[in-house]
Nanobody, 122 residues
Framework: QVHLVESGGGLVQAGGSLRLSCAAS????????MGWYRQAPGKQRELVAA???????NYADSVKGRFTISRDNVKNTVYLQMNSLNPEDTAVYYC????????????????WGQGTQVTVSS
């Protein structure tokens, strides 16, 4: 089994910063792309940022210049540094990873974390 565990959410004032972490554990053979999604009340889940195993990144237009995604391939961890937060960033943030396990090294599966709440007050 594979588990993704997020941490770092919380309540912050507008203009503040938070850093999210997501650690993958279990029978991991390889982690390909990792990313962060978010879902606000009444809205669909959307991609915030993604990073490949080689370090290439992709961001939603709404967070470009404010958020930075990074990863530590030794620790199987992905991070999301969020600066200049505004109330529109309020959402549950989910970690996502494309992983092959030791039991099935030819199959890439999509895994999700349980989500962490980020609330930005005005």
């Amino acid at each position: 089994q594979v588990h993704l565990v997020e941490s770092g959410g919380g309540l912050v004032q507008a203009g503040g910063s938070l850093r999210l972490s997501c650690a993958a554990s279990g029978n991991i053979f390889r982690i390909n792309a990792m990313g962060w999604y978010r879902q606000a009340p009444g809205k669909q889940r959307e991609l915030v940022a993604a990073i490949t195993s080689g370090g290439s990144t992709n961001y939603a237009d709404s967070v470009k210049g404010r958020f930075t995604i990074s990863r530590d391939n030794v620790k199987n961890t992905v991070y999301l540094q969020m600066n200049s937060l505004n109330p529109e960033d309020t959402a549950v943030y989910y970690c996502n990873a494309h992983i092959t396990t030791t039991q099935a090294i030819n199959i890439v599966r999509n895994y999700w974390g349980q989500g962490t709440q980020v609330t930005v007050s005005s």
